[in-house]
């Protein structure tokens, strides 16, 4: 099968093009840099021509309110070029719990482009994923303040991109789900003590605090971020991913 992988040049991306290839399929990574614009729809159309599944693994550059008009205007766009160019099959990366998270901007843009997608003409699938493992020093650079990193116990469930990738391209190489699959890390931690298992490991002569209100993750309530009942468990554990 031919894919087109837009946003193919990323972190999950690249590692999907990779993965599709690998198992003999034509995999073709598309971005910016390759001249495809999906705000604009410049070479939208001509990276969606002749291919069986659309990958759409594009991301906001931004986390606030102007995410829903990203995702919203990119994913109309790739639709219209997929049912235009007879597409059977669009695979989009979305974010375990995204609908369950309305106080924050970007959590509604990937609900936002969920029911795009599901409201579409092409037949579809949603890969959620918990938060990367990737992405964890990241959040603690969010709330340092001098040597000290502020941080909640909201429960979070690091997943490695690698088998982010893995679910990511299964998917995308089988039917569609017209639904939604669930994939997570095997662990789930309190934010405040992940920032300190991280720093333990690397220590770079932070700690860390523990603060109900420090950063985006305070606005969530509960183990929302995390997987639920049928949801593939991945198996690279965080403590793993660090050494």
Known sequence: MKFAVIGGTGLIGSQVVKKLNAAGHEAVPHSMSTGVDVITGQG??????GADVLVNLTNSP????????FFQTSMENLLAAGQKCGVGHAVILSIV????????????????????????????????????????????SWTTEGDVVRLPTTPIQPIAAQDVSDAVAEVA???????TLNVGGPDVFPLDDLGRITLNARPDGRRVVTDGTAGMFAAISGDVLTTKGDARIAPTHYSDWLS
């Open 44 to 49: 939208v159309e001509e990276a969606v021509a």
């Open 97 to 140: 719990g995204t609908d369950q998270v309305p106080d924050l901007a970007y959590y509604r843009a990937k609900t936002l482009q969920e029911d795009i997608l599901k409201a579409g003409p092409v037949p579809y699938s949603i890969v959620r994923a918990t938060q990367f493992m990737e992405f964890v020093a990241a959040v603690l």
């Open 62 to 69: 931004t986390f606030d309110d102007a995410s829903l008009a």
């Open 173 to 179: 190489a089988g039917t569609p789900l017209n639904g």
